[in-house]
């Protein structure tokens, strides 16, 4: 099963991609995360990445293609896959589905996690990441069990500098202005289901669950 993950910063699309892909064995692809990575390891991606993460525009198609692009070779993408972040626009959803079909392979189902403004700026105020590994928390709702260090890696966490409230609302523009349209992209052709975000984590996690068409823990 192949599916898209779709929301504005701060919907929780991370943390459900995350779930699924562990209790459903599906490969987990975050675009945001592969892009932080390269920033920390100063590689070239990093490098042309970095100027536009920082402001909270969208990194150029062209490069967040590539990335996928070479994605699909990994073995693990045969089993099925989850992708979170990606696509962001229509060009990028248009290669998608060009890239896929050469495999002969296609999307199964698209989530839109749903979640109004002011609680995507409240959520957003108090997620801290952690830069190592990319495990999201929420500072009330999903806190880490040892204060300010990572449950999976235990490094520190920290606020992402683009959930910082002037950047914030330049990445809520954004979505709504080239990634909104994938929202009745993915409703003409059949795939879209759009789930409640604002419930907490497990009842998300509930409502996926009982669409998705393999079996989860
Ligand atoms: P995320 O972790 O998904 O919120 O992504 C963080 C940032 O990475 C975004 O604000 C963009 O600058 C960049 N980014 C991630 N995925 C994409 C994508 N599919 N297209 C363009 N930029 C992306």
Redesign the pocket.
Known sequence: MNIVMLGA?GAGK?TQAERISERCNLLHI????I??KAITEKSALGQK?KM??DK????P?EV?ISIIEERMSDADFRKGFIL??????VA?ANALKEMLGKLGRKIDAVFNVDVDDQELIKRLARRRTCNKCGKNYHLDFDPPRKEGICDVCGEKIMQRE?DKEDTVRT?LA?YKRQTAPLIEYYNQEGLLHTIDGKRSIEEVFAQIKDILEVPCE
């Not at 975050?30 to 995360?33: E, K, L, M």
């Open positions: 910063p991370g975050s675009t945001g995360d892009l932080r990445a536009f993460m909270g525009e969208l990194v198609d967040v979170d972040g990606f696509p962001r626009t990028q683009d990445r954004v």
